[in-house]
């Protein structure tokens, strides 16, 4: 069983930056996909961007030039990095790690709360 840790969440006003860290309890180095999601009030969880190993990253449209997924496979870990971070990014934020890229097995941290203030 996979264990994921998120850490890095708080507050910060618009236009400022965060950097959150998902720990992971083993290698990542087989893990094909790391991605990180994203759950605001009242919302469905929403994907936001990921890193296959092999491939790089991939972001959505609202995130991509703002936010930047780091994969750390010697230390297991996965940060990502937000800058210009607007109210519309306030949420609870998950890391997620798919072994086989997938989708067949799954494991999720318990999240860390962003919050954006105008």
């Known amino acids: 069983q996979v264990q994921l840790v998120e850490s890095g969440g708080g507050l910060v006003q618009a236009g400022g930056s965060l950097r959150l860290s998902c720990a992971v309890s083993e290698s990542i180095l087989d893990i094909k996909k790391m991605a990180w999601y994203r759950q605001a009030p009242g919302k469905q969880r929403e994907f936001i961007a990921h890193?296959?190993?092999?491939?790089?990253?991939y972001y959505v449209g609202s995130v991509k030039g703002r936010f930047t997924i780091l994969r750390d496979n010697f230390k297991n870990m996965v940060h990502l990095q937000m800058s210009t971070l607007k109210p519309e990014d306030t949420g609870v934020y998950y890391c997620q790690a798919d072994p086989n890229g997938l989708g067949v097995t799954e494991y999720w941290g318990q999240g860390t709360q962003v919050t954006v203030s105008a």
């Open positions: 890193h296959l190993n092999g491939a790089g990253p």
